[in-house]
């Protein structure tokens, strides 16, 4: 398997999700809210500068998980200029639901070396696809006319 470090807007996709999901908007699958410390309901108590400053340090946690899953693989990922300048933040609207899962799965899939599949925030991350991928099943028409059972 390579890895490489995923673009920008793929964090920012993936950031544009979680704050989506912290208003409560119910077509998307919920967050795993303690990954940032807190509970579900405190996010409605909080304005939105504050929540973007919540938000953003999520962004760099993503960013360092996948530069420490290019260098688990390629020992002279530093000296062969595989790590590039750093992330930058930058607010998005709300990708689709398939856009996200989709997202979330190249983040993952180029996390996926060394340690990095046992940090707290990449399980999060997994746990958050598998929920996504559920949601966009649940809301095919062929599962809703599916017999229960």
């Known amino acids: 398997m390579s890895a490489y470090i995923v673009e920008d807007k793929t964090i920012n996709r993936i950031l544009a999700g979680i704050e989506y999901t912290q208003w409560g908007h119910c077509d998307y699958a919920a967050f795993p809210y303690a990954v940032m410390g807190c509970k579900r309901n405190q996010f409605y108590a909080i304005d939105r500068d504050d929540l973007?400053?919540?938000?953003?340090?999520?962004?760099h946690a993503m960013r360092s998980l996948n530069e420490d899953a290019v260098r688990a693989r390629y020992d002279d990922?530093?000296?062969r200029g595989m790590i590039p300048a750093p992330y930058v933040y930058n607010s998005e609207k709300a990708p689709s639901l398939v856009q996200l899962y989709k997202s979330l799965h190249c983040l993952l899939y180029q996390c996926s070396e060394g340690d990095?599949?046992?940090h707290p925030l990449f399980q999060a991350l997994e746990t958050w696809t598998q929920s996504i991928a559920d949601k966009i099943v649940f809301n095919l028409?062929?599962?809703r006319a599916a017999e229960w059972g």
């Open 52 to 59: 973007l400053s919540k938000i953003a340090p999520i962004g």
């Open 77 to 79: 990922a530093d000296e």
């Open 116 to 118: 990095v599949p046992e």
């Open 141 to 143: 028409p062929e599962f």
